[in-house]
């Protein structure tokens, strides 16, 4: 039963770690490829973390904890640096559609 | 977790780091490089947690908590050269 719930969980992780690596792969620019891998790269290695403690060792899950809080805290922070870093170089934002409101003209024209 | 479970897993996550790892060699600009290189690491604390969920051990979410710190260290200072070009301003 705990094997069955487990599958479950993990193959969860597994389909939104595999969108958020295709929408790394396929999407074409800086800013949305920072969407993808940051969002759905967080949701998805909580199913792998929650996962794990069914194995009921309560190391495992004070290391799970931990590894926890740390991604929650450092996910955001790392991203925003990109994004900032993006920003300051002024990355363009290629992709049919794009609207850059910041006033620095880093879309492309059309 | 059933064995075919883990196998499947494991072997799908091994062609998603690949996948990343295709993006890191042929991105152009830093940047997307940086930014692959996190989700690599993510996807590297994944592949440790499967392992350390099947075979009850813990050590190898240590060396999960550490891969995490580095990453985060080193895709802010990566990130601030690409953009500042020195890490200390």
């Known amino acids: ?110 | 977790m059933h064995p075919a479970m883990f196998y499947l897993a494991v072997v799908w996550l091994v062609a998603l780091i690949g996948a990343s790892a295709l993006v890191v060699i042929a991105a152009r600009g830093p940047l997307v490089r940086i930014l692959a290189l996190d989700t690599l690491t993510l996807l590297l604390i994944a592949l440790l947690t499967l392992f350390a969920q099947a075979t009850s051990a813990a050590h190898y979410l240590d060396a999960a908590l550490a891969f995490a710190l580095l990453s985060f260290i080193g895709t802010l200072a990566a990130a601030r050269y690409a953009s500042e070009g020195s890490l200390f301003s």
Not at chain 1, 2 to 18: E, P, S
Not at chain 1, 95 to 107: K, P, V
């Open chain 1, 1 to 110: 039963m705990l094997a069955w719930l487990t599958d479950l969980i993990i193959a969860a992780g597994l389909l939104i770690m595999t969108t958020a690596v295709y929408g790394m792969v396929r999407l074409p620019n800086l800013y949305t490829r920072l969407h993808a891998a940051s969002k759905a790269g967080f949701l998805g290695i909580i199913p792998f973390l929650l996962a794990a403690t069914t194995t009921g060792e309560p190391g495992i899950a004070a290391r799970l904890l931990l590894i926890t809080l740390l991604l929650t805290l450092t996910t955001p922070v790392a991203a925003h640096a990109i994004g900032r870093s993006a920003f300051l170089r002024g990355e363009r934002l290629e992709g049919s559609g794009s609207i850059d409101e910041s006033g620095h003209d880093l879309a492309e024209r059309r």
